[in-house]
Protein backbone atom coordinates (compact mmCIF):
# COMPACT_ATOMS: atom_id res chain seq x y z
CA UNK A 1 0.00 0.00 0.00
CA UNK A 2 1.38 3.38 -0.64
CA UNK A 3 1.48 5.96 1.51
CA UNK A 4 -0.22 9.38 0.09
CA UNK A 5 2.28 12.13 -1.49
CA UNK A 6 2.91 14.89 0.52
CA UNK A 7 0.51 17.90 -0.22
CA UNK A 8 1.73 19.99 -3.40
CA UNK A 9 4.12 17.21 -4.07
CA UNK A 10 2.34 15.39 -6.99
CA UNK A 11 1.49 18.69 -8.90
CA UNK A 12 3.26 19.44 -11.95
CA UNK A 13 5.88 22.30 -12.10
CA UNK A 14 4.28 25.55 -11.88
CA UNK A 15 4.19 26.90 -15.54
CA UNK A 16 2.68 30.05 -17.13
CA UNK A 17 -0.19 29.84 -19.19
CA UNK A 18 1.50 30.82 -22.26
CA UNK A 19 3.57 27.41 -21.53
CA UNK A 20 0.64 25.97 -21.93
CA UNK A 21 -0.56 27.11 -25.29
CA UNK A 22 0.46 25.50 -28.64
CA UNK A 23 3.19 27.34 -30.64
CA UNK A 24 0.74 28.43 -32.81
CA UNK A 25 -1.50 30.46 -30.95
CA UNK A 26 1.68 31.51 -28.71
CA UNK A 27 3.08 33.06 -32.49
CA UNK A 28 -0.94 34.02 -32.98
CA UNK A 29 -0.91 36.24 -29.87
CA UNK A 30 2.64 38.12 -30.06
CA UNK A 31 1.53 38.87 -33.59
CA UNK A 32 -1.36 40.63 -32.75
CA UNK A 33 0.28 42.71 -29.52
CA UNK A 34 2.72 43.96 -32.10
CA UNK A 35 -0.22 45.13 -34.43
CA UNK A 36 -1.77 46.93 -31.36
CA UNK A 37 1.64 48.32 -30.73
CA UNK A 38 1.77 49.54 -34.62
CA UNK A 39 -1.57 51.03 -34.53
CA UNK A 40 -0.84 52.44 -31.11
CA UNK A 41 1.63 54.85 -32.52
CA UNK A 42 0.80 55.33 -36.04
CA UNK A 43 -2.69 55.75 -35.49
CA UNK A 44 -2.57 59.30 -34.09
CA UNK A 45 -0.49 60.27 -37.41
CA UNK A 46 -2.89 58.89 -39.53
CA UNK A 47 -6.09 59.81 -38.60
CA UNK A 48 -4.53 63.65 -38.36
CA UNK A 49 -3.22 62.99 -41.64
CA UNK A 50 -6.69 62.09 -42.90
CA UNK A 51 -8.31 64.98 -41.19
CA UNK A 52 -6.06 67.81 -42.21
CA UNK A 53 -4.83 66.29 -45.81
CA UNK A 54 -7.35 63.54 -47.17
CA UNK A 55 -10.07 65.27 -46.01
CA UNK A 56 -9.82 68.66 -47.26
CA UNK A 57 -8.35 67.36 -50.61
CA UNK A 58 -11.71 64.51 -50.90
CA UNK A 59 -13.53 67.83 -50.36
CA UNK A 60 -12.31 69.92 -52.78
CA UNK A 61 -12.24 67.05 -55.13
CA UNK A 62 -16.13 66.81 -54.52
CA UNK A 63 -16.71 70.77 -55.00
CA UNK A 64 -14.73 70.59 -58.29
CA UNK A 65 -17.55 68.32 -59.68
CA UNK A 66 -20.03 70.52 -59.66
CA UNK A 67 -21.11 74.02 -60.57
CA UNK A 68 -23.88 76.52 -60.08
CA UNK A 69 -25.54 77.48 -62.95
CA UNK A 70 -28.69 79.71 -63.41
CA UNK A 71 -31.72 78.70 -64.89
CA UNK A 72 -34.16 79.92 -67.43
CA UNK A 73 -33.47 83.71 -67.42
CA UNK A 74 -32.07 83.68 -64.27
CA UNK A 75 -35.27 84.42 -62.08
CA UNK A 76 -35.31 80.89 -61.05
CA UNK A 77 -32.22 81.36 -59.22
CA UNK A 78 -28.95 79.03 -59.32
CA UNK A 79 -28.69 75.53 -59.03
CA UNK A 80 -25.60 73.14 -58.35
CA UNK A 81 -25.62 70.56 -61.04
CA UNK A 82 -23.02 68.04 -61.92
CA UNK A 83 -20.34 68.73 -64.57
CA UNK A 84 -17.64 66.16 -64.75
CA UNK A 85 -14.34 67.80 -65.25
CA UNK A 86 -15.85 70.84 -67.16
CA UNK A 87 -14.50 73.01 -64.84
CA UNK A 88 -10.65 71.25 -64.91
CA UNK A 89 -11.34 72.40 -68.75
CA UNK A 90 -12.28 75.76 -68.27
CA UNK A 91 -9.24 76.25 -65.43
CA UNK A 92 -6.83 75.16 -67.80
CA UNK A 93 -8.45 77.45 -70.70
CA UNK A 94 -8.15 80.68 -68.57
CA UNK A 95 -5.55 82.15 -69.60
CA UNK A 96 -5.65 83.66 -65.62
CA UNK A 97 -4.81 80.68 -64.21
CA UNK A 98 -2.01 79.65 -66.58
CA UNK A 99 0.34 82.69 -66.58
CA UNK A 100 0.67 82.15 -63.09
CA UNK A 101 2.68 79.61 -63.54
CA UNK A 102 4.84 81.98 -65.75
CA UNK A 103 5.36 83.81 -62.19
CA UNK A 104 5.56 80.58 -60.49
CA UNK A 105 8.47 79.70 -62.68
CA UNK A 106 10.03 83.38 -62.87
CA UNK A 107 9.95 82.67 -59.05
CA UNK A 108 11.79 79.56 -58.92
CA UNK A 109 14.44 80.69 -61.36
CA UNK A 110 15.40 83.39 -59.09
CA UNK A 111 14.62 81.85 -55.52
CA UNK A 112 15.77 77.94 -55.61
CA UNK A 113 19.37 78.77 -56.21
CA UNK A 114 19.79 81.95 -54.14
CA UNK A 115 18.07 79.63 -51.51
CA UNK A 116 19.84 76.67 -51.73
CA UNK A 117 23.38 78.29 -52.37
CA UNK A 118 22.66 80.63 -49.63
CA UNK A 119 21.96 78.52 -46.76
CA UNK A 120 24.90 76.10 -48.15
CA UNK A 121 27.31 79.14 -48.59
CA UNK A 122 25.79 80.05 -44.54
CA UNK A 123 25.97 76.22 -43.35
CA UNK A 124 29.77 75.79 -44.52
CA UNK A 125 30.84 79.07 -43.11
CA UNK A 126 29.39 78.53 -39.73
CA UNK A 127 30.97 74.59 -39.96
CA UNK A 128 34.51 76.35 -40.82
CA UNK A 129 34.90 77.49 -37.54
CA UNK A 130 35.83 80.97 -39.71
CA UNK A 131 33.31 82.79 -38.63
CA UNK A 132 33.38 83.82 -34.94
CA UNK A 133 30.57 84.53 -32.75
CA UNK A 134 28.81 81.22 -34.28
CA UNK A 135 26.19 80.37 -32.15
CA UNK A 136 24.72 84.09 -32.27
CA UNK A 137 24.75 84.04 -36.07
CA UNK A 138 22.95 81.16 -35.95
CA UNK A 139 20.24 82.69 -33.74
CA UNK A 140 20.05 85.85 -35.82
CA UNK A 141 19.73 83.92 -39.28
CA UNK A 142 16.95 81.90 -37.63
CA UNK A 143 15.31 84.52 -35.87
CA UNK A 144 13.37 85.74 -39.28
CA UNK A 145 11.96 82.24 -39.95
CA UNK A 146 10.30 82.91 -36.33
CA UNK A 147 7.95 85.99 -38.07
CA UNK A 148 4.27 84.66 -39.07
CA UNK A 149 4.56 85.13 -43.66
CA UNK A 150 2.09 88.06 -43.09
CA UNK A 151 3.90 89.77 -40.17
CA UNK A 152 7.07 89.51 -42.75
CA UNK A 153 5.43 90.79 -45.74
CA UNK A 154 4.12 93.69 -43.45
CA UNK A 155 7.27 94.60 -42.55
CA UNK A 156 8.85 94.76 -46.37
CA UNK A 157 6.22 96.56 -47.69
CA UNK A 158 6.84 99.18 -44.94
CA UNK A 159 10.52 98.95 -46.16
CA UNK A 160 9.40 99.05 -50.09
CA UNK A 161 7.05 101.61 -50.04
CA UNK A 162 8.57 105.35 -51.22
CA UNK A 163 8.36 107.96 -48.92
CA UNK A 164 8.64 106.10 -45.41
CA UNK A 165 11.31 103.41 -46.64
CA UNK A 166 14.62 104.28 -45.11
CA UNK A 167 15.71 101.94 -48.30
CA UNK A 168 14.30 103.51 -50.53
CA UNK A 169 15.56 107.15 -49.54
CA UNK A 170 19.04 105.83 -50.33
CA UNK A 171 18.67 104.10 -52.97
CA UNK A 172 16.90 106.33 -55.14
CA UNK A 173 14.11 105.88 -57.35
CA UNK A 174 13.97 102.49 -57.08
CA UNK A 175 10.39 101.25 -57.46
CA UNK A 176 9.82 97.71 -55.34
CA UNK A 177 6.24 97.58 -56.19
CA UNK A 178 6.61 98.10 -59.50
CA UNK A 179 6.17 95.34 -62.13
CA UNK A 180 9.48 94.90 -63.46
CA UNK A 181 10.92 94.84 -59.92
CA UNK A 182 7.98 93.19 -57.98
CA UNK A 183 9.13 89.64 -58.25
CA UNK A 184 12.43 90.24 -56.71
CA UNK A 185 10.78 91.92 -54.28
CA UNK A 186 8.62 88.61 -53.30
CA UNK A 187 11.85 86.29 -53.70
CA UNK A 188 13.76 88.75 -51.07
CA UNK A 189 10.53 88.43 -48.64
CA UNK A 190 11.11 84.88 -49.09
CA UNK A 191 14.77 84.55 -48.68
CA UNK A 192 14.44 86.72 -45.58
CA UNK A 193 11.78 83.95 -43.72
CA UNK A 194 13.24 81.05 -45.26
CA UNK A 195 16.97 80.79 -45.60
CA UNK A 196 18.03 80.72 -41.80
CA UNK A 197 15.79 77.78 -41.71
CA UNK A 198 17.41 76.09 -44.19
CA UNK A 199 20.88 77.14 -43.08
CA UNK A 200 19.93 74.95 -40.12
CA UNK A 201 19.11 71.92 -41.82
CA UNK A 202 21.94 72.05 -43.44
CA UNK A 203 24.89 73.10 -40.00
CA UNK A 204 22.80 69.69 -38.28
CA UNK A 205 24.03 67.98 -41.31
CA UNK A 206 27.12 69.28 -41.53
CA UNK A 207 28.11 68.10 -37.50
CA UNK A 208 27.26 64.74 -38.03
CA UNK A 209 30.21 63.95 -40.77
CA UNK A 210 32.98 62.43 -38.80
CA UNK A 211 35.98 64.31 -37.74
CA UNK A 212 38.23 61.44 -39.70
CA UNK A 213 36.64 62.12 -42.67
CA UNK A 214 37.73 65.70 -42.39
CA UNK A 215 41.10 64.99 -40.94
CA UNK A 216 41.68 62.41 -43.46
CA UNK A 217 41.10 64.79 -46.82
CA UNK A 218 43.36 67.35 -44.87
CA UNK A 219 46.30 65.11 -44.70
CA UNK A 220 45.92 64.35 -48.83
CA UNK A 221 46.43 67.98 -48.93
CA UNK A 222 43.04 69.13 -49.53
CA UNK A 223 42.24 72.99 -48.80
CA UNK A 224 39.72 74.25 -46.86
CA UNK A 225 37.21 74.98 -50.29
CA UNK A 226 37.94 71.58 -51.88
CA UNK A 227 37.15 70.15 -48.52
CA UNK A 228 33.42 71.84 -48.65
CA UNK A 229 32.47 71.38 -52.31
CA UNK A 230 34.01 67.89 -53.11
CA UNK A 231 33.35 66.20 -49.14
CA UNK A 232 31.05 67.84 -47.21
CA UNK A 233 28.49 69.14 -49.86
CA UNK A 234 27.95 65.64 -51.12
CA UNK A 235 27.90 63.83 -47.58
CA UNK A 236 24.88 65.88 -47.05
CA UNK A 237 23.16 65.18 -50.12
CA UNK A 238 20.38 64.09 -48.89
CA UNK A 239 19.76 67.11 -46.37
CA UNK A 240 19.99 69.49 -49.78
CA UNK A 241 17.74 67.12 -51.75
CA UNK A 242 15.10 67.44 -48.82
CA UNK A 243 15.25 71.31 -48.40
CA UNK A 244 15.05 71.72 -52.70
CA UNK A 245 11.74 69.28 -52.14
CA UNK A 246 10.50 71.10 -49.63
CA UNK A 247 11.20 74.62 -52.12
CA UNK A 248 9.94 73.89 -55.13
CA UNK A 249 6.34 72.82 -52.87
CA UNK A 250 6.58 76.02 -51.23
CA UNK A 251 7.22 78.19 -54.56
CA UNK A 252 4.13 76.22 -55.96
CA UNK A 253 2.43 77.56 -52.31
CA UNK A 254 3.34 81.29 -53.26
CA UNK A 255 0.30 83.35 -51.99
CA UNK A 256 1.14 84.95 -48.87
CA UNK A 257 3.72 87.83 -49.22
CA UNK A 258 1.96 88.76 -53.17
CA UNK A 259 -1.31 88.55 -51.21
CA UNK A 260 0.22 91.44 -48.69
CA UNK A 261 1.81 93.18 -51.40
CA UNK A 262 -1.36 93.07 -53.73
CA UNK A 263 -3.51 96.35 -52.06
CA UNK A 264 0.22 98.82 -53.00
CA UNK A 265 1.78 97.45 -55.93
CA UNK A 266 0.52 97.09 -59.45
CA UNK A 267 2.49 94.35 -60.69
CA UNK A 268 0.49 92.31 -58.31
CA UNK A 269 -3.28 91.20 -59.66
CA UNK A 270 -5.24 89.29 -57.77
CA UNK A 271 -4.46 86.01 -59.69
CA UNK A 272 -0.61 86.64 -60.13
CA UNK A 273 -0.24 83.39 -58.81
CA UNK A 274 -2.57 80.17 -59.16
CA UNK A 275 -2.95 80.07 -55.56
CA UNK A 276 -4.19 83.85 -56.14
CA UNK A 277 -6.35 82.38 -59.16
CA UNK A 278 -8.40 79.79 -56.37
CA UNK A 279 -8.50 82.44 -53.75
CA UNK A 280 -10.27 84.83 -56.09
CA UNK A 281 -12.38 82.14 -57.80
CA UNK A 282 -13.70 80.95 -54.13
CA UNK A 283 -13.76 84.03 -52.22
CA UNK A 284 -14.11 86.62 -54.92
CA UNK A 285 -16.41 85.13 -57.33
CA UNK A 286 -18.02 82.63 -55.18
CA UNK A 287 -16.91 79.95 -58.04
CA UNK A 288 -15.86 77.02 -55.48
CA UNK A 289 -15.91 74.10 -58.54
CA UNK A 290 -13.69 76.45 -60.42
CA UNK A 291 -11.59 77.22 -56.91
CA UNK A 292 -11.40 73.53 -56.49
CA UNK A 293 -10.67 72.67 -59.87
CA UNK A 294 -7.53 74.83 -59.45
CA UNK A 295 -6.63 73.50 -55.87
CA UNK A 296 -6.88 70.16 -57.25
CA UNK A 297 -4.21 70.48 -60.23
CA UNK A 298 -1.89 72.58 -58.09
CA UNK A 299 -1.69 69.30 -56.07
CA UNK A 300 -1.24 66.77 -58.62
CA UNK A 301 1.38 69.14 -60.21
CA UNK A 302 3.04 69.30 -56.52
CA UNK A 303 2.75 65.40 -55.98
CA UNK A 304 4.26 64.62 -59.95
CA UNK A 305 6.87 67.23 -59.04
CA UNK A 306 7.73 65.53 -55.70
CA UNK A 307 7.93 62.74 -57.33
CA UNK A 308 10.43 63.46 -60.02
CA UNK A 309 12.57 65.06 -57.27
CA UNK A 310 12.60 62.48 -55.39
CA UNK A 311 13.47 60.24 -57.55
CA UNK A 312 16.23 62.50 -59.25
CA UNK A 313 17.82 62.95 -55.30
CA UNK A 314 17.33 58.88 -54.92
CA UNK A 315 20.22 58.15 -58.04
CA UNK A 316 23.83 57.42 -56.81
Not at 38 to 51: D, S
Not at 67 to 83: P, Q, R, Y
Request: charged share 10%.
Amino acid sequence: MTSPLPRGSGSPPSSSAEGTLPAGARGSGAAWRRRGAILLFTGPFFALFAAVVVAPLSYAVYLSLFSEKSSGLGFGGAETVFVGLGNYLDTLQDTAFTDGFLVILGYCVLYIPLMIGGALALALLLDSGVARFGKLFQVALFMPHIVPGVIAGLIWLYLYLPGISPIVDVLGEVDFLGGGHVLGSVVNIALWEWIGYNMIIYFAALQAIPAEVIEAARMDGAGPLRIALQVKVPLIRGAVITTLLFTIIGSLQLFTEPMVLDSVSDGVVSTWTPNMYAYNEAFGNNDYGQAGAASIILALLAAVLSYGVTKWGNRR
